[in-house]
């Protein structure tokens, strides 16, 4: 039986189309695959993928039409082809990585798990030689004496940092800012000598830090990345969270500053928005703790602010302020974020790890700002009844 020239390409288009077919199908089964090993750019992408389904799912039953269809199904490829090329990251085989602070488990963990990745990891303490940072000497971590809390302190610490480097005679290709407090409070009864406080040490003892790592990254012929620990509370503020909320504000104008004079620089910078990430710190929880905390800020309190303030509604009000820290979370998602801020081909300038629910609410900000307060103000509500009925 012959085959007439008609059905032979007939047969050669079936045969294209299967061609074609699976080369888009590979295609998009290593993208997905790309960005699942990712889970930066894979909680990023289930974010995304889920408020376009909600648009397109509009746009689609509005128009009824066929190139509505098209263009959702382009704009999902775009979404999963443009955060598979992002989510590619460098080797961190041998990298020299900075952290500017272990003293606390945050620190200790990222290190740990940057050493885990094979990174080579540099870590300031204020004691290198404390027993609680044994184990972080015994993965391989490289403890330095450093300090912040003065120039002095500073620079000695900066001198330390050279004197590994030059030994090694080797570049730093990343820094992480950890160096920092939490705090809490209301801004009736928080002090200006506190705020002043917080904001000294997150904001103007980093700055001077980052002055001085500047002038030691910047003669160096690779490239730096330059991350720090920030906070999402700068783009969701709660009541409760004033000193912190300062104090990171004015820290990530600092941030924007450097990313838009850096531009097409070797430097890049990023910031870290974490969630409530509390990690070993029982002690902030305690019921003495609590106590004593509230009678250092009732002693810092103006006559009339007592009057206002009664103990009763006030133990209430830190009871609230401290609810964040109660309920110890993994840092996992917070260490991803960071290893991508360090390594990754395309790093984003902000990153936030935290759950669907405030990354959601920090979208609604941005698009409708009176909704967001309205929400937001539900909690303060409830605060100021049970303030009335306390007096």
Request: some cysteine; hydrophobic content about 40%; overall charge positive.
């Amino acid at each position: 039986m012959k085959i007439s020239s008609e059905e032979k390409r007939i047969m050669t288009l079936k045969e294209k189309f299967k061609i074609y077919f699976s080369e888009i199908s590979k295609c998009l089964s290593d993208a997905i695959v790309q960005i699942s090993v990712n889970p930066c750019k894979d909680a990023e992408f289930k974010f995304n993928l889920t408020i376009l389904t909600f648009l397109n799912f509009f746009i689609v039953s509005y128009f009824r039409s066929c190139s509505s269809l098209l263009f959702s199904i382009t704009i999902y490829l775009f979404l999963l082809f443009n955060l598979a090329l992002k989510a590619r990251w460098h080797d961190p085989a041998g990298k020299i990585i900075f952290i500017t602070n272990v003293d606390s488990c945050y620190g200790q963990e990222l290190a740990k798990f940057l050493v885990n990745r094979g990174a080579c990891v540099i870590a300031g303490a204020k004691d290198p030689m404390s027993s609680i940072l044994l184990q972080l000497r015994e993965d391989g971590v490289y403890l330095i004496k450093f300090d912040i809390s003065s120039d002095e302190k500073l620079n000695e610490g900066m001198m330390r940092l050279r004197l590994r480097l030059s030994t090694w005679n080797k570049d730093l290709n990343g820094v992480v800012v950890n160096s920092g407090v939490d705090a809490f409070g209301d801004f009736e009864w928080s002090g200006v000598k506190y705020l002043k406080k917080i904001t000294d040490i997150n904001v103007w003892q980093i700055a001077e830090l980052v002055k001085d790592l500047l002038e030691l990254v910047r003669p160096q012929k690779s490239s730096c990345r330059i991350v720090f620990h920030s906070n999402h509370l700068v783009d969701l503020p709660v009541p409760g969270n004033l000193p912190l909320t300062l104090s990171k504000s004015a820290l990530r104008c600092i941030i924007n500053a450097l990313q838009s004079e850096n531009r097409n620089s070797k430097i890049f910078f990023s910031s870290i928005c974490p969630g409530v990430f509390c990690y070993n710190n029982p002690c902030i929880l305690s019921l003495e703790n609590r106590d004593a905390l509230q009678k250092n800020i009732e002693s810092q309190m103006s006559p009339q602010t007592k009057k206002i303030l009664k103990s009763i509604y006030l133990e209430k009000r830190i009871q609230y302020c401290t609810s964040r820290f109660e309920g110890f979370n993994s840092l996992e998602p917070v260490l991803d974020y960071y290893f991508d801020a360090l390594f990754s081909f395309e790093p984003q300038l902000e990153y936030f790890p935290v759950d669907f629910q405030t990354r959601s609410h920090i979208l609604l900000r941005k698009l409708c700002p009176a909704l967001s307060n309205r929400i937001l103000n539900r909690n303060a509500l409830k605060l100021l009844q049970l303030k009335k009925k306390m007096q």
